[in-house]
T-cell receptor, first 112, second 113 residues
Framework: GENVEQHPSTLSVQEGDSAVIKCTYS??????FPWYKQELGKRPQLIID?????GEKKDQRIAVTLNKTAKHFSLHITETQPEDSAVYFC???????????FGTGTKLQVIP | NAGVTQTPKFQVLKTGQSMTLQCAQD?????MSWYRQDPGMGLRLIHY???????DQGEVPNGYNVSRSTTEDFPLRLLSAAPSQTSVYFC????????????FGDGTRLSIL
């Protein structure tokens, strides 16, 4: 089955700096890669996603890049703010697009 | 729309007891799934369904049963609770099969003593 690895597990940045979280996947048939943000005690919520026919996608301060050849994708947050502090999960869809496999999460702390 | 509704929010069980975690969505989504979230292990797929009457196993299905008699409801049953099932459980739904954004419920925090 699919295996998704996520790094780093924790990340501290100063407010205003950029943060980068990286994920690798194993199933070359995976074609959908969402990112979720989970604040403490709350539900995961989608922040951005990318499909395998696109190399990069941006939404204001958030961007995701995908390298299908290397089977890795990354989340980039620019001009970080304290409210960006949360756990971020990457995911990949495989198994005929029926199973979603999550990474183990990155706890991002933005220091004011 | 209420989105994805999970009940209960908290539950404490004794080892060996059984219970059902409820999940309902009002978005007419075909795909529904159950995850458990444990510290340091992310979200692990327990069972999923691609439509009414169709269910399949995920990564960690042992000790859990599901059914999907309607599009709206996808209950998760713990047959004989064990301390290893202490976790936070999330139900999620998406418009179609897994290559669409998932909408999560608020979660059920379950403790097995």
């Amino acid at each position: 089955g699919e295996n998704v690895e996520q790094h780093p597990s924790t990340l501290s940045v100063q407010e205003g700096d950029s943060a980068v979280i990286k994920c690798t996947y194993s199933d070359s048939a995976s074609n959908y890669f969402p990112w979720y943000k989970q604040e403490l005690g709350k539900r995961p919520q989608l922040i951005i996603d990318i499909r395998s026919n696109v190399g990069e996608k941006k939404d204001q301060r958030i961007a995701v890049t995908l390298n299908k050849t290397a089977k890795h994708f990354s989340l980039h947050i620019t001009e970080t703010q304290p409210e960006d502090s949360a756990v971020y999960f990457c995911a990949a869809t495989s198994g005929g697009y029926q199973k979603v496999t999550f990474g183990t999460g990155t706890k991002l702390q933005v220091i004011p | 729309n209420a989105g994805v509704t999970q009940t209960p929010k908290f539950q404490v069980l004794k080892t060996g007891q059984s219970m059902t975690l409820q999940c309902a969505q009002d978005m007419n989504h075909e795909y529904m799934s159950w995850y458990r979230q444990d510290p340091g292990m992310g979200l692990r797929l327990i069972h999923y369904s691609v439509g009414a009457g169709i269910t399949d196993q995920g990564e960690v299905p042992n000790g859990y049963n599901v059914s999907r008699s309607t599009t709206e409801d996808f209950p998760l049953r713990l047959l004989s609770a064990a301390p290893s099932q202490t976790s936070v459980y999330f139900c999620a739904s998406s418009l179609a099969v897994g290559n669409q954004p998932q909408h999560f419920g608020d979660g059920t925090r379950l403790s097995i003593l």
